[in-house]
């Protein structure tokens, strides 16, 4: 999953020929995994939207001995590649708008298998490989997949190690048993290992007022993924920070996926190097990420089936990875360009844009006037332009782009969104006369329940989790969980992260 977000670094250096051609020779080698030829969505276009399968597998090889993500766990299956996905994404990517989405699947979601039957959808890959879970997501949701990705418990640690650290703010003091997490309370820089434990987490207790709190979920899948997806994105942020910074780097964040991943055949390294410089500049706030809508799933005796899909939560979330909701794109914005060189609509044409050329000389500042109705597809030529230019919504005009005399030519992809939507929205409110104001509202999956401990000092050894908390809330429980206020992940703005073991 990490290794993504260093090739997206990778763009912003392509300066260093010496590295790009290094960079190449090493994606080259990648250990490759084959499948059918009709399982891989191919075919399209070059910049066309993709999805690529990212899993992270269930297995502890090339971890230390002594690392407690081994514990109980059966090696010589692992070696022979038995293993299940422990974290199912899909990420959608379009090279054309910018845009990309995240979606987990829970690894309980029950399915249809290839076959017949039903199980759960993390042990298709056990049973079948990656042809069987590719399958499964394509006839169970509908959503084609370009190409996959598999790393492993060990690329992960190491990847965090080499952008030094991922920062958490804990409220509490924090520890998982069955991960190895344990932190005390504050806002902590963690490692590999301990990013992993945290990741991985399913038992998390807290240490409140004397006594280690369990924080229990409806669902503890559900919640892990929570965590996780809050987690990659500020891994995100953290590697393109560093990459940016430190050209080095970026020779050690794909070596270090060498050594962790597995890719499918059909992902060349041209591919992977045109993805990274389309979103070189990506903004992490503008990440869409969701968790497939599910419902826990009961015998009439009580007992947990898996998560069931939520058809009628999921249809919005679902056409965006079907390829139904991409938004504009190049190819559906008509627009007049004024200028006295035709290079200048030929630049948008190759980008994908549909011109109509007016030749006329302008001195003025680069504009473009659209009818608000139009902000979408104004919004999208002005993120291909080099530097910001005069927004001028007027209700009832055609789409224009007039070059000026500060013209710097169209980006071969375009920045982020938020370096134009705020001003192209202001002066679409006071074209209206008026303001909008955005409500945020956030939730957690996570609750607290009742205490499994009574230790004055938090010590990790003085109570044993039952195997039962694992297992999400059902129907027949009594005891219904309280909402939490805490905020756990993100540190806040003025917080100061150190490493553990400063």
């Given at each position: 999953?990490?290794?993504?977000?260093?090739?997206?670094?990778?763009?912003?250096?392509?300066?260093?020929?010496?590295?790009?051609?290094?960079?190449?020779?090493?994606?080259?080698?990648?250990?490759?995994?084959?499948?059918?030829?009709?399982?891989?969505?191919?075919?399209?276009?070059?910049?066309?939207?993709?999805?690529?399968?990212?899993?992270?597998?269930?297995?502890?090889?090339?971890?230390?001995?002594?690392?407690?993500?081994?514990?109980g766990?059966?090696?010589?299956?692992?070696?022979?590649?038995?293993?299940?996905?422990d974290?199912?994404?899909?990420?959608?990517?379009?090279p054309?708008?910018?845009?990309?989405?995240?979606?987990?699947l829970?690894?309980?979601?029950?399915?249809?298998?290839?076959?017949?039957?039903?199980?759960?959808i993390?042990a298709?890959?056990?049973?079948?490989?990656?042809?069987?879970?590719i399958?499964?997501?394509?006839?169970n949701?509908?959503i084609?997949?370009?190409?996959?990705?598999i790393?492993d418990?060990?690329?992960?640690?190491?990847?965090?190690?080499i952008?030094?650290?991922?920062?958490?703010?804990?409220p509490?003091?924090?520890?998982?048993?069955?991960?190895?997490?344990?932190?005390?309370?504050?806002?902590w820089?963690?490692?590999?290992?301990?990013?992993l434990?945290?990741v991985?987490?399913?038992?998390?207790?807290?240490?409140?007022?004397?006594?280690?709190?369990?924080?229990?979920?409806?669902?503890?899948d559900l919640?892990?993924?929570?965590?996780?997806?809050?987690?990659?994105?500020?891994?995100?942020?953290?590697?393109?920070?560093?990459?940016?910074?430190d050209?080095?780097?970026?020779?050690?964040?794909?070596?270090?996926g060498t050594?962790?991943?597995?890719?499918d055949?059909?992902?060349?390294?041209g591919?992977?190097?045109?993805?990274?410089?389309?979103?070189?500049?990506?903004?992490?706030?503008?990440?869409?990420?969701?968790t497939?809508?599910v419902a826990?799933?009961?015998?009439?005796?009580?007992?947990?089936?898996g998560?069931?899909?939520?058809?009628?939560?999921a249809g919005?979330?679902?056409?965006?990875?079907?390829?139904?909701?991409?938004?504009?794109?190049?190819?559906q914005?008509?627009?007049?360009?004024?200028?006295?060189?035709?290079?200048?609509?030929?630049?948008?044409?190759?980008?994908?844009?549909?011109?109509?050329?007016?030749?006329?000389?302008?001195?003025?500042?680069?504009?473009?006037?659209?009818d608000?109705?139009?902000?979408?597809e104004?919004?999208?030529?002005?993120?291909?332009?080099?530097?910001?230019?005069?927004?001028?919504?007027?209700?009832?005009?055609?789409?224009?782009?007039?070059v000026?005399?500060?013209f710097?030519?169209v980006?071969?992809?375009?920045?982020?969104?938020g370096?134009?939507?705020?001003?192209?929205?202001?002066?679409i409110?006071?074209?209206?006369?008026?303001?909008t104001?955005?409500?945020?509202?956030?939730?957690t999956?996570?609750?607290?329940?009742?205490n499994?401990?009574?230790?004055?000092?938090?010590?990790?050894?003085?109570?044993?989790?039952?195997?039962?908390?694992d297992?999400?809330?059902?129907p027949?429980?009594?005891?219904?969980?309280?909402?939490?206020?805490?905020?756990?992940?993100?540190?806040?703005e003025?917080?100061?992260?150190?490493?553990?073991?400063?």
């Open positions: 999953m990490l290794l993504l977000c260093g090739l997206l670094v990778a763009a912003g250096f392509f300066l260093a020929a010496q590295f790009f051609w290094e960079a190449r020779t090493i994606l080259a080698d990648l250990p490759r995994i084959r499948v059918g030829p009709e399982v891989l969505a191919t075919g399209g276009d070059p910049g066309d939207p993709v999805n690529v399968l990212l899993v992270g597998v269930d297995s502890s090889e090339g971890l230390d001995p002594d690392d407690p993500v081994r514990d766990r059966n090696v010589e299956d692992e070696a022979r590649g038995v293993v299940r996905p974290t199912i994404l899909i990420i959608r990517l379009d054309a708008t910018g845009n990309a989405a995240v979606l987990s829970p690894r309980d979601l029950i399915v249809e298998a290839p076959g017949g039957g039903t199980t759960k993390n298709t890959q056990a049973v079948g490989g990656m042809e069987a879970l399958s499964t997501i394509d006839s949701l509908d084609p997949i370009n190409h996959f990705v790393a418990f060990a690329g992960f640690a190491e990847i965090v190690e952008v030094g650290g991922v920062p958490i703010n804990f509490y003091a924090t520890r998982d048993l069955g991960s190895g997490l344990r932190v005390d309370a504050g806002c820089s963690l490692n590999g290992g301990e990013s434990g945290y991985r987490a399913r038992k998390i207790e807290e240490f409140i007022d004397g006594e280690w709190v369990r924080l229990r979920a409806v669902s503890p919640a892990r993924i929570e965590r996780q997806q809050e987690f990659l994105v500020l891994a995100l942020e953290q590697v393109l920070a560093v990459g940016r910074s050209l080095s780097r970026i020779g050690d964040f794909i070596h270090a050594q962790a991943v597995q890719l055949e059909e992902l060349t390294p591919d992977m190097l045109d993805l990274a410089s389309a979103f070189a500049d990506y903004d992490t706030e503008a990440l869409a990420v969701s497939l809508p826990a799933e009961f015998t009439e005796e009580g007992r947990y089936v998560e069931a899909l939520v058809t009628e939560e919005d979330l679902l056409t965006i990875f079907q390829g139904n909701a991409d938004g504009v794109r190049p190819e914005v008509s627009l007049e360009v004024v200028s006295a060189s035709d290079s200048h609509a030929e630049q948008l044409e190759e980008r994908g844009f549909v011109t109509i050329r007016s030749d006329e000389e302008a001195a003025g500042q680069t504009t473009i006037q659209f608000p109705d139009s902000r979408n104004a919004l999208l030529v002005a993120r291909y332009l080099e530097g910001v230019p005069k927004l001028a919504p007027a209700v009832g005009s055609e789409l224009r782009l007039t000026g005399a500060d710097a030519g980006r071969q992809f375009p920045r982020p969104v370096d134009i939507a705020p001003g192209l929205d202001q002066s409110r006071l074209l209206a006369g008026g303001t104001t955005t409500v945020v509202t956030s939730d999956s996570e609750t607290f329940s009742t499994v401990g009574n230790d004055d000092e938090p010590d990790l050894a003085s109570t044993s989790v039952p195997d039962s908390a297992v999400p809330i059902g027949a429980t009594s005891v219904e969980p309280s909402p939490t206020l805490v905020v756990r992940g993100r540190p806040p003025d917080a100061s992260c150190t490493p553990t073991g400063s």
